[in-house]
């Protein structure tokens, strides 16, 4: 289905003002989304509410991360939302319902059950403001250098996983983590309007033409149910998940290492949020280079890379701060690249008929990784004491899915000769 976000392909044009409005509104709106807002801060979140409540590290980064396990099951459920009714009608919605819950964690007891709940809820009602919601408008106005465009939009996303940490840090300081949420809420509110104002300009804008060597591409593809029956999606899924899994606990429990071997706090979330960089040049590079390489190839660059930064912090004994931000840049780069992996996978991997409904599928098991991890992390450390162990196998992990997913083999829909 079609609407005034989701234009036909169309043939190449030297410049497409309503294309380039379409990608800043994606990267505006994931600079604000539930991955810039909430899961990039954790790491910043996580030892003040330990503290304040006396729980565990386990319990705490536990009960934030059931936002991965709401963002995992909403997935399965907006994606086939965006392909009936369109984002327009998805992600207003979902940037105000995320603030509203956003600010609710800030009057929350003692009560790790209501914890988790409303950070279940902030995921499950969030799943709109991720890339799952902004970089689907994307296929609709390009394919040749379709990579390029979701990686520029990415790069709000990278640039909300540097700034918001720091920003976060800067509110619990002055105000508390309780105050810090509803600030936080606020900005999500804000930056949604700011990125719909781009979106509907762009779509309400000149019409694009369908030319009947494109008209076609909108209809390529395979249904979900065809694509669960094939194998190269199950490898897929089975990288995402394990390339999540490590990457993403690492990025919650990254603060929480360092200061346990003597960084001072301030000095830790600076390097989180310089390492978010990694975040950022693996999005933007790594989508331009899927654009001239097999996107297989870029992955299994991109995933040895994170699996040496992690495998880095597991060895370490210097507490360099330079050696510190490389490792942490590598592990973050393996995010980066990832995020603009998987929905080109699918598009090149599975087309554009149930591209929804198929990306939700595979971002369930990007969603999922981010709860097992961080709570893989925590347990480990609640019983040991440390995190080395644990970092190991993440490190293993990473390097193995690299391997892994070389044997996706070769796209079965190629790049039009369109933008």
């Known amino acids: 289905m079609t609407d005034d976000l989701h234009p036909p392909v169309t043939a190449s044009k030297p410049f497409d003002r309503y294309a380039a409005m379409a990608v800043l509104g994606a990267a505006l709106g994931l600079l604000g989304s539930f ?65 509203i819950c956003m600010g609710a964690m800030g009057l929350l007891p003692n009560h790790p059950g209501l914890m988790a709940l409303v950070s279940f809820a902030i995921g499950l009602v969030g799943v709109g403001t991720t890339p799952l919601g902004y970089l689907t408008v994307l296929p609709r106005y390009f394919d040749k250098r379709l990579g390029l465009a979701f990686g520029l939009a990415m790069v709000g996303l990278g640039l909300g996983t540097v700034i918001m940490p720091m920003l976060a840090q800067q509110l619990i300081s002055s105000q508390g983590w309780r105050s810090a949420y509803m600030s936080l809420g606020a900005v999500a509110v804000a930056m949604a309007c ?35 029956r094939d194998g190269r999606f199950w490898l897929l899924l089975l990288c995402v998940l394990g390339v999540s899994a490590a990457a ?61 930064g992690i495998w880095i912090f597991a060895a370490d004994t210097t507490q360099a701060m330079a050696l510190l931000t ?67 196998v993440f490190a293993l992990v990473c390097g193995l899915s690299s391997l892994a997913v070389l044997l996706l083999g070769r796209y079965r829909f190629s790049a039009e000769q369109s933008r």
């Open 35 to 99: 991955p810039a807002l909430f899961f990039s801060t954790l790491s910043v979140f996580l030892k003040p509410i330990s503290e304040e409540y006396g729980w565990g590290r386990a319990q705490t980064a536990g009960t934030i991360v059931m936002a991965n396990l709401g963002i995992a099951f909403g997935a399965l459920i907006v994606g086939r939302l965006i392909d009936r009714f369109g984002v327009r009608r998805v992600i207003p919605v979902s940037a105000l319902l995320m603030a």
């Open 194 to 228: 700011v990125a719909m104002a781009m979106l509907f300009a762009a779509g309400a804008g000149k019409q694009h033409e369908m030319s009947s060597a494109k008209s076609h591409v909108l209809e390529q593809g395979l249904r979900l149910g065809e694509a669960l």
């Open 248 to 308: 993403l606990g690492f990025s919650v429990h990254g603060v929480s290492i360092m200061t346990d071997r003597g960084v001072e706090p301030a000095t830790a979330a600076r390097i989180a949020g310089l390492a978010a960089i990694g975040v950022l040049v693996g999005r933007l590079f790594g989508g331009a280079l899927m654009d001239v390489l097999a996107a297989k190839w870029v992955a299994f660059a991109s995933f040895a890379l994170g699996a040496t």
């Open 326 to 392: 490389l490792a942490a840049f590598l592990a973050s780069f393996a995010i980066g690249a990832e995020g603009d992996f998987i929905p080109l996978a699918v598009r090149r991997y599975f087309g554009l008929k149930s591209f929804g409904a198929i990306y939700g599928v595979l971002f369930f098991a990007y969603a999922t990784g981010g709860v097992l991890g961080p709570v893989a992390m925590g347990l480990i450390f609640d019983k040991t004491g440390d995190y080395r162990s644990v970092l190991y």
